[in-house]
Structure formats: structure tokens, C-alpha cells
């Protein structure tokens, strides 16, 4: 991991957090406005990172979002966590047949990827048969994953520590629900 991507990091999460510098500030607007430019920043510099462009297609302004995404598909068409992005965004549009199959898309990429995983087991939950819960949790045990910022918060924690992955695929649902709401 780059230098600039963990002083990006850094200071972008302090504007999220509303920790102001020394200088006076001139309301919510001007933390939105350096988020902005330290993301478009990280981009410049860090331009296959998917996780950056996953966050600027959410963080953008909902008539922007389509156009975001078609530019973070162009550089990162096969980044599981692009693709999550553009799954998500046809999901809140209602779009379900087109979310299906990317984030179908998320975990053929990437079997690995629990994210993936959790997304596509709490759009069965809400779109899909029981049978087909069933056949993701198989799968998702199968495949035993490992990856994902979401999937290692709730497996690495120690309240956690003898939760099997369907278990973890479970515990991640209530988090996925705040966060599709969210980003309505």
C-alpha cells in the first residue's frame, strides 16, 4: 500500500468524521468539497484501485452516479469491487434482473470476495426463492472467502471467533439493510 493511498485515506476519513483543521471553517459544504478533491486526488494517483472508484461512484451525486460508473468500468472492468458498485446502483433503481447478473458477476470474478457474497445473499433474501438462499449459502461455504472490508470486520472480530461462514454470511445482513437504505 502507497504512501499517498494511506495519507489519502487518512484524510479523507477525517473530513468524513467532521475533525476540522486549525482553519475556521465555513460548514458541512467545505468537508464535502476536500473529500471530493482528496478522492478525485487518490484517483489520479492511485487509478487501478478499485475500492477508491467502488467509493466515488457511492459518494456521487445520484444524477452523476451512471456516468461515474461507466468510467470506473472502463478502467477497472474486472475489479470485484467496481462491479459491487455497479450491482448495487441497478439494485436501488429497481433493476433487479440487471443486479442479479452483476453481482453474479462479483462472485464468479472473485469466489473469494465476501462482500460479494453478502450483497448477492441479502438480494436473494429479499428477490429470490428459498432454494436459491440455500444453494448461495453452499456455494459461499464452498468457496470459503476471505476478502472484503465488510466479511473480515465480522469474521476478525473476537465476539465472532467460532462463527462459520454462514454464520458471517448471516451477521452481515443487518449491516448490508443500514447501508442500502443509505445510499438511496
Excluded at 12 to 29: P, T, V, W, Y
Aim: charged residues 30%; hydrophobic residues 35%; neutral net charge.
Amino acid at each position: 500500500m502507497s504512501i499517498d493511498y494511506q495519507l489519502f485515506c487518512f484524510f479523507f476519513f477525517q473530513a468524513e468524521d467532521g475533525i476540522r483543521d486549525a482553519q475556521e471553517s465555513r460548514g458541512l459544504g467545505d468537508v464535502y468539497k476536500r473529500q471530493s478533491y482528496m478522492l478525485s486526488r487518490g484517483l489520479q494517483e492511485c487509478p487501478k484501485n478499485g475500492e477508491l472508484w467502488a467509493l466515488s461512484i457511492e459518494l456521487e451525486p445520484k444524477a452523476t452516479r451512471k456516468a461515474k460508473s461507466v468510467d470506473a468500468m472502463k478502467h477497472l472492468e474486472n475489479d470485484p469491487h467496481v462491479v459491487l458498485a455497479v450491482a448495487k446502483l441497478f439494485w436501488k433503481e429497481k433493476k433487479y434482473e440487471k443486479a442479479r447478473k452483476w453481482l453474479e458477476r462479483v462472485i464468479i470474478l472473485n469466489p473469494k470476495f465476501g462482500d460479494g457474497w453478502a450483497y448477492f445473499y441479502k438480494y436473494i433474501q429479499e428477490q429470490g426463492t428459498t432454494e436459491e438462499k440455500q444453494e448461495v449459502i453452499n456455494k459461499c461455504v464452498e468457496a470459503d472467502p476471505n476478502q472484503g472490508k465488510l466479511w473480515i470486520s465480522i469474521s476478525k472480530d473476537v465476539k465472532n471467533w467460532s462463527f462459520n461462514n454462514q454464520e458471517i454470511l448471516q451477521k452481515t445482513q443487518p449491516i448490508i439493510e443500514k447501508e442500502m437504505t443509505r445510499l438511496e
